[in-house]
């Protein structure tokens, strides 16, 4: 079955830009989730949604934002871009409904911020 | 708060040597999950095992074992007979219980590199 697809996988932005990214989970996922890596703080959660809802929350300003479509296709939101916004910001998908589970990585979309 | 440290930054090993990659992990949660994930330099981080508090039954799967111990809140990770193709940074990863979901902390990773 086709895996987590993220779109675009490259994109260059300058400062005070905004950008959408995009994840398309596996076929039945209805949690989706987003991290942001880095060098220098490595993987970090940004949030995660269920039927629509964020689920959960990391510890990112609001300038970073989500939603999940009925389809439980996820666009993640970054406004106002800053320099330290440059990352690899990977989606996940998972089938569980309570709890833990495995989650599918897609490839990621590379930000530069100029 | 939860955390995940892997202490080893960088390993490096000849092929079919035996390698042993360490997490410690910090929760107060009675109830969590433990993971680890291989990322290859493609990006896309590649589920590897998930064991929950309660399990402390350790695991083989092929050249993969995994050690747990909650007396010292370690899970490592064995990679017997190294292969070059097994070079990548691996990632060991916590969540709790509490709260539900699927947030995951992630450790800084571990870059092992298998050379002939």
């Known amino acids: 079955k086709a895996g987590v697809t993220q779109t675009p996988r490259y994109l260059i932005k300058t400062r005070g830009q905004q950008v959408t990214l995009s994840c398309s989970p596996i076929?039945?996922?209805?949690?989706v989730s987003w991290y942001q890596q880095t060098p220098g703080q490595g993987l970090q959660f940004l949030f995660e949604?269920?039927?629509?809802?964020?689920?959960n929350k990391g510890n990112f300003p609001g300038r970073f934002s989500g939603r999940q479509f009925s389809n439980s296709r996820s666009e993640m939101n970054v406004s106002t871009l800053e320099l330290g916004d440059s990352a690899l910001y990977l989606c996940?998908?998972?089938?569980?409904?309570?709890?833990?589970?495995?989650?599918?990585f897609g490839e990621g979309s590379r930000l530069t911020v100029l | 708060a939860q955390k995940v440290t892997q202490a080893q930054t960088e390993i490096s090993v000849v092929e079919k040597e035996d390698v042993t990659l360490d997490c410690v992990y910090e929760t107060r949660d009675t109830t969590y999950y433990l993971f680890w994930y291989k990322q290859p330099p493609s990006g896309e981080l590649v589920f590897l095992i998930r064991?929950?508090?309660?399990?402390?039954q350790n695991e083989i799967s092929g050249r993969y074992s995994w050690n747990f111990q909650k007396s010292t809140s370690s899970f490592n990770f064995t990679i017997t007979a190294s292969q070059v193709v097994d070079s990548a940074v691996y990632f060991c990863?916590?969540?709790?219980?509490?709260?539900?979901?699927?947030?995951?902390?992630f450790g800084t990773g571990t870059q092992l590199k298998v050379e002939l």
């Open positions: 076929s039945g996922h209805r949690s």
């Open positions: 949604y269920f039927s629509e809802t964020q689920r």
């Open positions: 064991r929950n508090s309660f399990d402390e």
């Open positions: 990863a916590l969540s709790e219980a509490t709260g539900g979901g699927n947030k995951l902390t």
């Open positions: 996940a998908s998972s089938l569980a409904v309570i709890g833990t589970g495995e989650l599918f």
